[in-house]
């Protein structure tokens, strides 16, 4: 029976995740507002919602063992970035290996993904450097977290800067279907689509909310502490959304969407997520935390470099994949 209704819950993040993603696509061509923008804010941190409240709730209204609300909310925070920077990078390629083959391009907007990984790469960094500053050295921590928040501030101005420039070259979000709530002859407008991307997103966060409390009663059948529950189970799950709306996207040819949807979402989790974390939580250097934190920011790099040295393709992301595998080989042995 719980398998039954985590399939169920799977369905739903489905057809929300197209209900989201057409609305989304027909605000953006509406806003005359570049594809990643699109991808990167709008995408990226609607469907970050479900994975940005499971360590909200687990540090603030977490269990009365607040050593274990703590291990959750460090390990979802983190854990977000890991599964987006390789996991879901490999499914995406995954998606259109059969129509591109492994050496196809993939062929996002380099400027906007490039700076998103800059970005990302720096306060993740300065996320890792957090883990080796003692909890007493309050101000220090402080600092650290503010100078994350200011990151994700200045990477929004600059994102939205950049994106008439991009439109004017011809990367403006375009819509490749009609919108789903005109087919019930409703007026396609801005107040419908608001509609429906709050439609789509409720459907989501309930999509998600309901998996991870399936996958949360089947973690006691497989026998694993609730850190490495947090860092591996509950991301899979919240991560759905991205997944699901980037391979919507590139199986489309729309590789600026897909590929901001996921990085745009790793900027938003890199930065404000760990920004609580280390104000809030120990946030030690614990032997799981930190291999997710290097093999994060080693799938992060490699990404970028590969982005930045002749163009990305699509056997570059089962690297990515590769690195996920050997994260669970080393935690799991």
């Known amino acids: 029976m719980l398998f039954l209704e985590l399939f169920g819950f799977l369905l739903l993040i489905l057809v929300a995740a197209e209900i989201f993603v057409n609305a989304l696509e027909h605000l953006g061509e509406r806003l005359h507002i570049s594809e990643?923008?699109?991808?990167?804010?709008?995408?990226?941190?609607?469907?970050?919602?479900?994975?940005t409240l499971v360590p909200l709730l687990a540090i603030f209204a977490g269990t009365g063992n607040a050593e274990t609300s703590h291990e959750i909310g460090v390990g979802a925070i983190l854990g977000a970035p890991l599964m987006l920077s390789t996991l879901s990078l490999f499914l995406m390629s995954a998606a259109v290996v059969r129509r591109r083959g492994l050496k196809g391009h993939?062929?996002?907007?380099?400027?906007?993904?490039?700076?998103?990984?800059?970005?990302?790469?720096?306060?993740?960094?300065?996320?890792?450097?957090?883990?080796?500053?003692?909890?007493?050295?309050?101000?220090?921590r402080g600092t650290l977290?503010?100078?994350?928040?200011?990151?994700?501030?200045?990477?929004?101005?600059?994102?939205?800067?950049?994106?008439s420039k991009l439109v004017e070259e011809g990367h403006g979000t375009e819509a490749g279907s009609a919108m789903l709530l005109t087919r019930?002859?409703?007026?396609?407008?801005?107040p419908v689509i608001v509609v429906q991307l709050a439609l789509g997103l409720g459907l989501l966060v309930a999509g998600a909310k309901g998996f991870i409390h399936g996958v949360e009663a089947a973690a006691p059948i497989i026998g694993i502490s609730a850190l490495l529950l947090s860092?591996?189970?509950?991301p899979i799950a919240t991560e759905?959304?991205?997944?699901?709306?980037?391979?919507?996207?590139?199986?489309?040819?729309?590789?600026?969407?897909?590929?901001?949807?996921?990085?745009?979402?790793?900027?938003?989790?890199?930065?404000?997520?760990?920004?609580?974390?280390i104000s809030l939580t120990p946030w030690a250097p614990q032997k799981e935390?930190?291999?997710?934190?290097?093999?994060?920011?080693?799938?992060?790099?490699?990404?970028?470099?590969?982005?930045?040295?002749g163009g990305l393709r699509v056997w570059h992301l089962f690297v990515n994949g590769a690195l996920y595998v050997t994260y669970l080989t080393v935690v799991l042995l």
């Open 289 to 309: 935390v930190l291999l997710g934190v290097l093999v994060t920011l080693v799938a992060a790099f490699w990404l970028r470099w590969m982005a930045a040295s």
């Open 231 to 234: 860092l591996m189970i509950i």
């Open 106 to 140: 993939l062929s996002p907007e380099r400027g906007g993904l490039k700076r998103d990984l800059d970005f990302f790469l720096f306060a993740f960094l300065l996320a890792f450097v957090a883990m080796f500053v003692p909890h007493g050295e309050g101000w220090v």
């Open 145 to 163: 977290a503010f100078i994350m928040v200011m990151i994700y501030f200045f990477y929004v101005l600059l994102t939205l800067r950049a994106s």
């Open 36 to 51: 990643g923008v699109t991808g990167s804010l709008f995408a990226a941190v609607g469907t970050a919602m479900p994975e």
């Open 240 to 277: 759905l959304p991205e997944k699901v709306n980037s391979i919507l996207w590139i199986r489309k040819h729309k590789d600026t969407l897909a590929f901001g949807n996921i990085t745009g979402a790793m900027v938003f989790q890199g930065t404000l997520l760990p920004a609580i974390g």
């Open 184 to 190: 019930l002859g409703l007026p396609q407008n801005l």
